[in-house]
């Protein structure tokens, strides 16, 4: 596995527990969300960081009073056909205000990374052997977002209709061609 | 028209090249099929039986005459000199390569054009009705939303990877030429009691193996919450849907198990959280769009023309056409022209590059310049003076294109089935083809009146069978092509799927049975009566003593 965070290459610290596992004393433990429900009471005297991994069809909201503990929530996607994660990273980022990592775990691919970034994902499990400069040429591929989201540039409405202009014409750098 | 604005046209531009990245990675060897699948379907380029084919959008069935041109500059060059127009108002290429895919959606970007989410699960090419601005029952010009629902759609960072494709229609009209009832959501703009305008919002309806009617959801939602109260829908689509089973997928069926009323309570709750970080859509930007869809220049015309009443009394020919392949404008001296693309001996939908520029150079003579596509599969020349339907029809017929069927039973819709789509079970374009024979005599057409014939090559219906007046559905029995027939189905305001009438018909069997149902409806109709009347009247029984005899029941 190669991690991407923004756009570079990083060490990953979190170890990932198995339910039946110890959670290791003093490192970064990446848990399920079985697994937090179970021992919460536990896990919360601990001294050091906590992630929660959710399985696509887990939505964040219930962990919602727990976020501001967490150092990682992991977004799993079983298939790349599977989108709930993306409904899932805009309601952590966007509904319950999460800051921290939100990462992209599982069948992550090259051409649905800028996808994913813009619904507030910030860091990606790439497959072992992914050359990470190609991987990060996804996000330039196209520029012109109509939607806004939880991250990103501005959108198309954005741009085409500044805060600051009048709001009787758009913009008019955005000139129209002839056939 | 919709004209592009540097950022459109970007995103157009980037979104071509991107995919000629893919395929070179393709063609290369780098990727496998099974890796670029997801991102040819994405991009509408799907493997059919034959050859791989390219679906085009046509957002919201309207081209400019100069984009027919370059549709037919695309068919000439790089397919076998035709097009296909479907059900969804786009249009096929059925016979590409896959190395000349990149400069065929080059050749599209050049006329604002793209194959952007014609395939794939997501939020597909916005269909409308294919009148609108002209209809003379129009409340509001529906293009102005459904370019607003275009691009909020594109390439949606959350909703590219749904349970399942996703189809949304909008109309302004009150007669329902979209097929609202059968799309996951159909939006019929409407005035609430100040006057103000909004959409009644349905979801939930759709065909394929499972077909349902949409329910209305929200009778009034203000025009400014379109895109915040669609992203709550979709939202909720895109979390609960079923991603276990195919056929489950659909949000018909989501809807369906957990109740409307429960869907929709599910959805107002959602929008209401949505509201300050969902797509906002303000006053000024409604405003924007609209002025593209400002009516053209017309002249101040008589709503009577003596030249052209006296031809329609002297030239059969003409009247016919007259009757069946024109509809009212709302502007006094000018017709809405029905093109029918079901000649005798075609196959539903199919176009040549030829037949394209035809009508191509008469939208730019005689209609301003525009074209629509409608959803039964013919086309549209939107503005046209009654002083010049004369000129138009010679036109037309010059280019084969003059056929007056146009809602009638040889007006049929059909999918493209065996012969090209490696999903079906039994031939459409035939058995339409014959059908077609069968009732080729005009003034029995004429007779029969306003009649719906669909066809589908198998359960997925792409040829619409369930709302056909008369449908028909493609079945493998035994490794042998069957045709079921249903009745009474419709995809208007009176929205109802067709009921199966017995047990199905072999191929050689089928146009028979066709024309057993329409000497029954004629020896039942009541004065003044349509297919669907009658049928709607006296039900099924008559139809199937008389296709099965009377021990059947």
Same mark, same amino acid.
């Given at each position: ?179 | ?12 531009d980037e979104r071509a090249r991107q995919f000629r990245g893919q395929v070179a990675r393709r063609l290369s060897g780098e990727l496998s099929e099974a890796e670029f699948r997801p991102l040819r ?18 957002? %919201? ?29 786009? &249009? ?25 989410q014609t395939s794939g699960n997501c939020i597909r090419n916005v269909t409308a009705d294919a009148y609108a601005g002209v209809a003379d029952d129009e409340v509001a010009d529906p293009r102005v #939303?459904?370019? &607003? ?19 949304? @229609? ?25 006057? @103000? ?91 924007? &769009? ?60 199919? &176009? ?79 058995? @339409? ?48 092509? #069957? %045709? ?36 029954? %409806?004629? @020896?039942?109709?009541?004065q003044g009566e349509r297919f669907l009347d009658t049928y709607r009247r006296v039900g099924a029984q008559p139809f199937k003593e008389d296709l099965y005899g009377i021990a059947q029941g």
């Amino acid at each position: 596995m190669v991690l991407l965070k923004g756009d570079q290459a990083a060490q990953d610290p979190w170890i990932r527990v198995a339910d039946e596992d110890p959670v290791p004393d003093g490192a970064s433990a990446l848990l399920t969300y079985d697994r937090w429900r179970r021992d919460r009471d536990r896990l919360v005297l601990r001294n050091a960081p906590l992630g929660i991994i959710l399985h696509s069809e887990q939505s964040p909201l219930p962990i919602a009073d727990d976020l501001p503990r967490l150092g990682l929530v992991a977004l799993e996607f079983p298939k790349f056909t599977d989108g709930r994660p993306y409904s899932h990273a805009r309601l952590l980022r966007q509904r319950l205000g999460y800051r921290g990592e939100v990462r992209a775990v599982g069948n992550v691919l090259r051409d649905q990374l800028l996808f994913m970034r813009r619904c507030g994902f910030n860091a990606f499990e790439l497959p072992d052997g992914a050359d990470v400069g190609e991987w990060c040429s996804a996000f330039d591929e196209i520029s012109v977002f109509y939607q806004p989201a939880a991250n990103g540039p501005p959108s198309a409405m954005d741009l085409r209709w500044p805060a600051e202009s009048p709001a009787e014409t758009p913009v008019s750098v955005f000139g129209m061609r002839g056939y | 028209m919709y004209r592009y604005d540097t950022l459109d046209q970007n995103l157009v531009d980037e979104r071509a090249r991107q995919f000629r990245g893919q395929v070179a990675r393709r063609l290369s060897g780098e990727l496998s099929e099974a890796e670029f699948r997801p991102l040819r379907l994405m991009n509408g380029l799907y493997l059919q039986l034959h050859a791989y084919m390219v679906r085009v959008a046509i957002p %919201y069935g309207t081209l400019s005459a100069d984009q027919m041109r370059a549709l037919a500059y695309i068919a000439r060059t790089w397919d076998r000199g035709y097009g296909h127009f479907t059900t969804r108002q786009n &249009i096929q290429f059925n016979w590409p390569n896959l190395a000349d895919v990149p400069d065929i959606l080059d050749a599209l970007a050049a006329v604002e054009m793209h194959a952007i989410q014609t395939s794939g699960n997501c939020i597909r090419n916005v269909t409308a009705d294919a009148y609108a601005g002209v209809a003379d029952d129009e409340v509001a010009d529906p293009r102005v #939303y459904a370019e &607003i629902i275009r691009q909020w759609s594109s390439l949606h960072p959350e909703f590219s990877f749904l349970p399942r494709k996703f189809k949304v @229609a909008v109309t302004g009209a009150p007669q329902d030429r979209a097929a609202l009832r059968v799309h996951d959501i159909g939006l019929r703009l409407c005035r609430d009691s100040d006057g @103000a305008l909004g959409f009644e919002v349905m979801v939930g309806g759709g065909q394929g193996r499972t077909p349902m009617i949409g329910t209305t959801i929200r009778s009034f939602l203000p025009e400014a919450d379109l895109l915040t109260y669609l992203e709550a829908i979709l939202r909720v689509y895109n979390m609960l849907g079923r991603r276990d089973n195919l056929y489950k997928a659909r949000i018909k069926i989501l809807v369906h198990s957990l109740g409307a009323e429960t869907f929709a309570a599910m959805v107002e709750d959602e929008w209401h959280q949505l509201e300050d970080t969902g797509p906002a859509l303000p006053a000024h930007e409604i405003k924007r &769009i609209r002025a593209f869809f400002l009516p053209p220049t017309y002249e101040d015309l008589e709503a009577t023309v003596p030249e052209f009443e006296a031809r329609r009394r002297q030239d059969t020919a003409f009247a016919r056409w007259c009757q069946t392949n024109l509809a009212r404008h709302r502007r006094s001296g000018y017709a809405i022209v029905d093109v029918s693309l079901k000649p005798e001996g075609g196959s539903p939908g199919d &176009i040549m590059a030829e037949q394209m520029e035809a009508v191509a150079d008469l939208a730019k003579r005689y209609s301003f310049g525009e074209i629509r596509v409608t959803h039964a599969q013919n086309l549209v020349l939107p503005h046209v003076k009654l002083a010049e339907l004369s000129a138009v029809w010679e036109g037309l017929a010059a280019a084969g294109l003059e056929t007056p069927n146009v809602g009638l039973v040889t007006d049929i819709i059909a999918c493209p089935g065996l012969d090209f789509c490696n999903l079906a079970n039994a031939r459409s374009i035939p058995v @339409a083809q014959r059908i077609i024979e069968r009732f080729r005599n005009l003034d029995r057409q004429h007779d029969i009146g306003e009649l719906r014939i669909n066809i589908s090559g198998c359960i997925n219906a792409c040829g619409h069978h369930h709302v056909g007046h008369i449908g028909i559905l493609g079945v493998d029995r035994k490794g042998e092509e #069957y %045709y079921q027939i249903t009745l009474g189905g419709s995809s208007d305001e009176t929205a109802s799927l067709g009921k199966v009438v017995g047990p199905s018909f072999s191929y050689d069997a089928i146009t028979d049975a066709v024309e057993v149902i329409v000497t029954t %409806y004629l @020896a039942q109709r009541c004065q003044g009566e349509r297919f669907l009347d009658t049928y709607r009247r006296v039900g099924a029984q008559p139809f199937k003593e008389d296709l099965y005899g009377i021990a059947q029941g």
